[in-house]
T-cell receptor, first 112, second 113 residues
Framework: GESVGLHLPTLSVQEGDNSIINCAYSNSASDYFIWYKQESGKGPQFIIDIRSNMDKRQGQRVTVLLNKTVKHLSLQIAATQPGDSAVYFCAEKLRDDYKLSFGAGTTVTVRA | DVKVTQSSRYLVKRTGEKVFLECVQDMDHENMFWYRQDPGLGLRLIYFSYDVKMKEKGDIPEGYSVSREKKERFSLILESASTNQTSMYLC????????????FGQGTRLTVV
């Protein structure tokens, strides 16, 4: 079946550096792609989304890039901080579907 | 702030027991979801509900059922708990089907022994 997946299960980043978290998807019918952050002991929290007709979307210190040609999604975090240490999930959603389909997650560890 | 509250943070149950996981949201959201989270597998959807008394199977409904008698409350039921249902269970809610933002509870860590 089609699924959303992440390239790497773990990522270690030096504080102050930029982080790039990657995700590959296979369902070309998905209309939205979303990033969630899950801190230790908490439920996932919405970060940012991008619609399939866009290539790039920026938020506060985060940028999501969508490359539909290669079915690739990435989350860039600028000036990574200790509070960015978490598990990051990409997810996809069809336009009129209730369901979010999540990938396996990437654990980001920020080194001081 | 939207609040999704799960009744227990940790539960230990015996094989064969009937288990109830409760979830309440306080923002009048239409949609509610139950996911389970396992290492390396991400979040997998068990069931969801888009209205009171309405429910739909997710990707892994086997061994589970749900109940939504009131808009704010969504219960997950393990009819006869098994050890392979040991997991983290996450409840979530969202306003409408068009929303990409779901609000999650803190999770219930269930251990079946």
């Amino acid at each position: 079946g089609e699924s959303v997946g992440l390239h790497l299960p773990t990522l270690s980043v030096q504080e102050g550096d930029n982080s790039i978290i990657n995700c590959a998807y296979s369902n070309s019918a998905s209309d939205y792609f979303i990033w969630y952050k899950q801190e230790s002991g908490k439920g996932p929290q919405f970060i940012i989304d991008i619609r399939s007709n866009m290539d790039k979307r920026q938020g506060q210190r985060v940028t999501v890039l969508l490359n539909k040609t290669v079915k690739h999604l990435s989350l860039q975090i600028a000036a990574t901080q200790p509070g960015d240490s978490a598990v990051y999930f990409c997810a996809e959603k069809l336009r009129d579907d209730y369901k979010l389909s999540f990938g396996a997650g990437t654990t980001v560890t920020v080194r001081a | 702030d939207v609040k999704v509250t799960q009744s227990s943070r940790y539960l230990v149950k015996r094989t064969g027991e009937k288990v109830f996981l409760e979830c309440v949201q306080d923002m009048d959201h239409e949609n509610m979801f139950w996911y389970r989270q396992d290492p390396g597998l991400g979040l997998r959807l068990i069931y969801f509900s888009y209205d009171v008394k309405m429910k739909e199977k997710g990707d892994i409904p086997e061994g589970y059922s749900v109940s939504r008698e009131k808009k704010e409350r969504f219960s997950l039921i393990l009819e006869s708990a098994s050890t392979n249902q040991t997991s983290m269970y996450l409840c979530a809610s969202s306003f409408t089907a068009l929303n990409t933002e779901a609000f999650f509870g803190q999770g219930t860590r269930l251990t079946v022994v």
